[in-house]
């Protein structure tokens, strides 16, 4: 019932019912050979998912019914669904897109099964995260533009440029950056690890979306690892292009993995343990036995890998003391951290924390008590692959920026790293046509016309601001005295005095 289902074309013209594989210059002899694991006929497909969808939506029907908001026990936590719902949310429904039209041009009628129902687990993964959090939406700032955040604010363009440049790779490479790259490597740091610290904040509702969708994600990672292995088995010049995409894509996933390693550290209030931890047993443990099969075939582990492990240690107080500079422009609350959350990370980080991070946060504090708050007042240099601010440091010298500037044909161009730059290379007229956001401001235009913003007094931060609907002060910025605090203290203050505790 779930194979022998494909069918020849009357005239033979393979390339032409299929045109976006053949440009991919992989070979591929026989597709016939290819069988996915943990294949599923559709009636089984169906009343599995719906036997989960029932059991996840009572789950937020009762957190719901019980006030669940009340019960986080800190408001910043919120801060941690505003950057799911913002970036990654958005990121399922472009996957779902993604595999819709894979489940159209993928040769081979099982995996193009697979990658129908991949499409719909990812459509199931939006939806479902989108009705974990609406809870929270009736209750805090932040949440409620979020698939216009994903298209226009500047510093969630590293996830709509990843979601953009899966959307325009030829079908066995989007296979090769998501099911195998991103769902095998990442997709453990954000289902699991992030939603177990959400469970642990008292979130129920988003931690039950979050394993839920990691059910999915299994058969995803077995699917992507086994198509892995047929295209390397089918052909030995297949590869070098399967490398390409691996050192691609691990360096993408890893890049855009630095909002999760900014809300494990920092915007989790409770906290079990360290962003560094779990790279270590999820990435770098779970990824040397992955890697170690796949050299049998020829293959390695992506270029990118050292560096990126280096970066464990670094990543998570980087990008949120990154943020913490620019949060007026964020839709998203950050915070100088108290003492006690100092020393946790410390104790997480003893080297890296104390050397090189804890000096910069306790200076934010002191200028937080002091009533001024430290902010970065330069528009960010953005990487021109992954959109990141060039705010990480090189491999091994955490004093030193990493930004590298060349110029390709004839045009200058800024990375992060050495590796965007090798990324930007393999195809410049595709990455090129990427929006900047900061050129858009530093054209002095954001949104406006010529003639607004040729007048005298023109804001074009504001107006970058506005087209991007981000209300500075109310979405985000400071937490301290922000709407979402004084409102979760009221409600706190209310029901202590009707539970006659005050
Ligand atoms: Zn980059």
Redesign the pocket.
């Known amino acids: 019932m779930v194979s022998g289902l494909s069918w020849d074309s009357v005239q033979r013209n393979l390339a032409g019912v299929f045109p976006y594989r053949f440009d991919e210059g992989l070979r591929v002899h026989s597709w016939e050979a290819f069988r996915p694991p943990l294949q599923t006929t559709l009636g089984d497909y169906w009343s599995l998912q719906n036997e989960k969808d029932r059991r996840l939506y009572s789950l937020i029907e009762a957190f719901a019914q019980n006030n669940g908001q009340l019960g986080i026990g800190d408001a910043r936590y919120v801060n941690v669904l505003k950057i799911i719902l913002q970036a990654f949310t958005p990121l399922k429904y472009s996957l779902h897109r993604s595999f819709a039209h894979l489940g159209r041009q993928m040769p081979g009628d099982a995996a193009r099964i697979a990658c129908q129902l991949q499409s719909l687990d990812n459509l199931r993964h939006f939806q479902t995260q989108t009705h974990a959090l609406s809870h929270f939406n009736k209750y805090f700032m932040g949440l409620d533009q979020a698939p216009h955040w994903f298209d226009h604010a500047w510093y969630l363009a590293p996830a709509k440029s990843f979601a953009d440049d899966v959307f325009s790779a030829g079908p066995l490479e989007t296979l090769v950056a998501v099911s195998f790259s991103f769902e095998c490597l990442f997709s453990n740091l954000l289902n699991v690890c992030l939603m177990s610290g959400a469970a642990r904040n008292g979130d129920a509702s988003s931690a039950n979306a979050g394993l839920s969708c990691q059910s999915d994600a299994t058969r995803h990672m077995a699917f992507g690892l086994a198509l892995l292995k047929f295209l390397a088995a089918q052909d030995p010049a297949n590869l070098p292009i399967l490398q390409g995409w691996i050192d691609k894509w691990f360096w993408r996933g890893f890049?855009l993995m630095s909002f999760v390693a900014m809300a494990q550290d920092y915007l989790l209030t409770l906290h079990s343990s360290s962003w560094q931890s779990h790279w270590t047993q999820y990435v770098e443990g779970a990824g040397a036995a992955l890697f170690a099969d796949l050299a049998d075939l020829g293959l390695r582990r992506p270029a990118g890998w050292d560096d990126a492990c280096d970066a464990k240690s670094h990543l998570s107080h980087q990008t949120f003391s990154g943020f913490y500079g620019h949060t007026s422009n964020t839709a998203f609350h950050t915070w100088a951290p108290a003492d006690e959350e100092l020393d946790w990370l410390h104790a997480e980080y003893p080297e890296s924390f104390r050397r090189y991070y804890r000096p910069r946060f306790e200076y934010y504090r002191e200028q937080h008590v002091a009533g001024t708050h430290w902010r970065n007042p330069a528009t960010p240099l953005l990487?021109r692959?992954?959109h990141?601010p060039t705010w990480f440091t090189q491999p091994g010298q955490a004093r030193r920026v990493s930004a590298v500037e060349a110029t390709i044909d004839g045009r200058p161009e800024h990375?992060?790293?050495d590796h965007?730059r090798n990324i930007f290379e393999t195809n410049p007229a595709k990455y090129r046509q990427s929006r900047l956001a900061t050129d858009a401001v530093l054209a002095g235009a954001g949104s406006a016309s010529v003639y607004e913003a040729a007048q005298l007094g023109f804001d074009v931060f504001a107006a970058t601001l506005a087209a991007a609907k981000i209300r500075p002060g109310v979405d985000g910025g400071e937490f301290t005295d922000s709407a979402d605090d004084r409102h979760f203290r009221d409600w706190a203050g209310g029901r202590a005095a009707r539970e006659g505790r005050v």
């Open positions: 890049r990487c692959t992954c990141f990375f992060c790293s965007c």
